[in-house]
C-alpha cells in the first residue's frame, strides 16, 4: 500500500471513529430525553377551514371546556375562545410549541379561558373536558382511547381530524375539499 493510500484510509478510519464516539454519546442521550420519547406525532396544523368545521361540528356551547390534545401552536384553542366563546385547554409535548402557544394567548388577552399544560397527552388528566379535538393518527388514537372512555362524561364529544378512533362507530364524518376528513364521536362511544 502507498504512502496516498495509507493516508487516505487512516483519514477514513479516524472521520469512522469519531462518528461512532458522536453516535456513542448523543443517541443515548436523545432516547432518554422525555420529550423526544413522548413525541408520537409531528406538528402539522390544522387548517382554519378544517379547525372551523372541527368546532362547528363538536356543537361548542359557551363555557364549555375543549381539550386540544397535541395542541401545536395552540391554533384550535384560540378559535375555541375567540370564536366559541368556550374554555380551552391544550396538552402539548413540545415545550418551544407550548411557549409559542402561550405567547399568543397573552397576545390575543385570552389567558383566563385558554391555558397549555406542557406535558404528554397518554397521562393528562382529562377531567371537565366537554369536547376534545385531537390530530394525531390511528394507532395514537387508539392507545388514547381507553383514557378517553375513562374520564369522559355522557354527552362529551371527540372530534378527530383525517384518523378514526378505531373501535368507535362516529355520530358523523365530514369531508372537507375532497382532502380533509373529520370524525365526530359522542360519549359513550358506540361501539363498531
Ligand atoms: C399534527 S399536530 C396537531 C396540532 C393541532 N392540534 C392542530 O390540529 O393544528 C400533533 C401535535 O401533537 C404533539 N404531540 C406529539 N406527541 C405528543 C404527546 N405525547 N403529548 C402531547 N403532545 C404531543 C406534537 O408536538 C404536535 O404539536
Redesign the pocket.
Known amino acids: 500500500m502507498g504512502v496516498v493510500q495509507l493516508q487516505v484510509c487512516s483519514r477514513a478510519f479516524r472521520l469512522y471513529c469519531a462518528f461512532s464516539l458522536f453516535a456513542a454519546m448523543a443517541l443515548p442521550s436523545l432516547a432518554q430525553d422525555p420529550a423526544y420519547v413522548?413525541?408520537?406525532?409531528?406538528?402539522?396544523?390544522?387548517p382554519a377551514k378544517?379547525?372551523d368545521s372541527m368546532l362547528t361540528l363538536a356543537n361548542i356551547k359557551p363555557g364549555e371546556t375543549v381539550f386540544?390534545?397535541?395542541?401545536?401552536?395552540g391554533?384550535?384553542l384560540i378559535a375555541a375562545v375567540k370564536n366559541y366563546k368556550a374554555k380551552a385547554v391544550?396538552?402539548?409535548?413540545?415545550p418551544k410549541?407550548a411557549a409559542q402557544t402561550n405567547q399568543r394567548i397573552q397576545k390575543e388577552g385570552i389567558a383566563s379561558d385558554a391555558r397549555v399544560i406542557e406535558?404528554?397527552?397518554?397521562t393528562?388528566d382529562l377531567t371537565g373536558a366537554d369536547v376534545v379535538?385531537?390530530?394525531?393518527d390511528t394507532p395514537?388514537n387508539a392507545r388514547l382511547r381507553p383514557r378517553l372512555e375513562k374520564f369522559l362524561k355522557p354527552g362529551a364529544r371527540v372530534v378527530s381530524?383525517d384518523y378514526a378512533v378505531t373501535g368507535w362507530k362516529p355520530t358523523k364524518v365530514q369531508e372537507i375539499d375532497n382532502k380533509h376528513l373529520i370524525y365526530l364521536y359522542e360519549m359513550p362511544p358506540v361501539k363498531n
Open positions: 413522548k413525541k408520537l406525532a409531528p406538528f402539522v396544523g390544522s378544517v379547525v386540544d390534545l397535541g395542541s401545536g401552536d391554533r384550535i391544550g396538552i402539548e409535548i413540545s410549541l406535558g404528554d397527552l397518554l393528562a379535538t385531537i390530530y394525531l395514537l381530524h
